[in-house]
């Protein structure tokens, strides 16, 4: 018996902090349909090599984006048959995260977007955009998620920008320090401190090697 068969694809928001605000990485497409148009990282699920979604997932990243997520967490499946103009199709979306400092490799086809600026996007992408970026801000509120932007090493001070650049909000000091010894993700690194300048010099941290990818609390962060 023959049966039907959609397209099946996997569409990816990766996310990072450049110039202070939130942006997603965005390809070139170089074929039918919207060739040129800039969208998510995406591609077929390659059924004789991917053992499963979250496999194609991060085969398509390395592919498209030159890079290996720290955190990849699948985010929902679209589907319908008019989100694709060649047939009925479902995408299993995820988002990922990665470091400021990530820009290394990334080839003429590949750019960063602020992702309030993103209003309109090829296929149904701007829907899976805005999905992933409330799903990272609600995560955010109570989890170590933002951990995974930061680089190698980084102060307090600049841990809780990261945060608050992605809640698009102010936080309290002693309340986020509170809730970062909470996760217990980050340690300090022995005799590191921030050199030069009029401050007085800041601890350095980095994450703990042997940190879950993501550690949650049962209460969120208050904003201001």
Request: glycine content about 8%; hydrophobic content about 40%.
């Amino acid at each position: 018996m023959d049966f039907e068969r959609p397209i099946v694809t996997v569409d990816i928001v990766l996310l990072t902090l450049r110039e202070g605000v939130l942006q997603a990485g965005l390809v070139q497409r170089d074929r039918e349909p919207a060739p040129g148009a800039w969208t998510l990282p995406g591609g077929w699920v390659h059924t004789d090599t991917d053992q499963d979604a979250d496999d194609a997932a991060a085969r398509i990243l390395r592919e498209k984006a030159g890079l290996v997520s720290p955190y990849l967490e699948q985010l929902k499946t679209f589907s319908g048959m008019h989100r694709d103009s060649r047939g009925w199709s479902l995408s299993v979306s995820y988002y990922a995260v990665v470091p400021v400092d990530v820009d290394a490799g990334l080839g003429e086809r590949f750019r960063w977007a602020a992702v309030d600026s993103l209003r309109s996007l090829p296929f149904d992408h701007a829907q899976i955009l805005r999905t992933a970026v409330e799903r990272v801000r609600s995560k955010t509120l109570y989890s170590s998620l933002p951990v995974h932007l930061m680089p190698a090493e980084f102060t307090l001070g600049e841990l809780q920008r990261t945060y608050e650049q992605v809640l698009d909000a102010e936080l309290d000091k002693r309340g986020f320090r509170r809730r970062i010894d909470e996760l217990d993700v980050i340690e300090e690194i022995p005799g590191a401190f921030t050199s030069g300048g009029s401050h007085r010099p800041a601890q350095l941290f980095r994450k703990k090697a042997h940190a879950p990818a993501l550690k949650t609390v049962t209460s969120n962060l208050p904003v201001g």
